[in-house]
């Protein structure tokens, strides 16, 4: 089941900057995972059963990857779903400077609900802090968290920092920093564009790739796009036109690129 949820990602190697102010050396366009309902829906089916095990009375994803995934299970479960909608703070800087927000209509109508917080995928996780954070200020208690792809290991810190279940179909590496730590950065890589170059099925010939270390033979062997140094070379910032994906941020209100 992992291999073929990963088949249906595209993505590509480089230097981008995360929705939540981190650096990774990859990108993948979550959009994809949504282009075809009837091999995704397996995947949601098996993410619902998991989750129904921790006994929640609504589901909520942030826009936009999490909340068609909250509809789904909502679906799927019975229960009623509900939507983060993305806010930036403009001149935020820093880690985690974008807000999720439940619209002040659904604000009530959680209060006091075991909910359970559940996105297409998660990395950093600015996305489901920040519903997290906004649920908690809603009166809901969230007891859970899911997500069809987990990159790296900071969703279990979170969720464990926060007393969550969580659950996931699909566990990946993922190499991640802070800016002041970015080994790219220090290498004089810039930043660039996902529209620099085709996104591909960099997982087609071999999922088990990237579980390897980023510097692994795997790895590299995996790698479809390379990305030449230069310590002079300009840093060059993503469009308004790009899709959305991890590993990548888009100024665009309402249009979350990476978690």
Known sequence: MRNDLLKLLA???GHFRMESGCHSDQWFNLDRLFDDQARLQPFVDELA???AAHRFEAVVGPMTGGAKLADLIGAKLG?????TGRHETPGATGLFPVRYVVPAAQRENLRGKRVAIVDDAISA???????????LACGARPVACGALLIFGDRADAFATENNLKLEAIARMS??????????LCKAGVPIEQVSDAPQVNILGASPEAFDQDSS???FVGATLVATVACKHAPTTRPSRSQPRGIGLTV?????????
């Open 79 to 83: 229960l009623t779903s509900f939507h």
């Open 125 to 135: 996780g600015s996305a489901v802090k920040g519903t997290h954070t906004d649920l």
């Open 251 to 259: 100024n665009k209100p309402n249009f979350r690129s990476s978690i």
């Open 11 to 13: 993505g590509r190697r």
């Open 174 to 183: 993922f190499g991640m920093w802070k800016p002041g730590d970015c080994p």
């Open 49 to 51: 059963r998991r989750l």
């Open 216 to 218: 692994g033979p795997a």
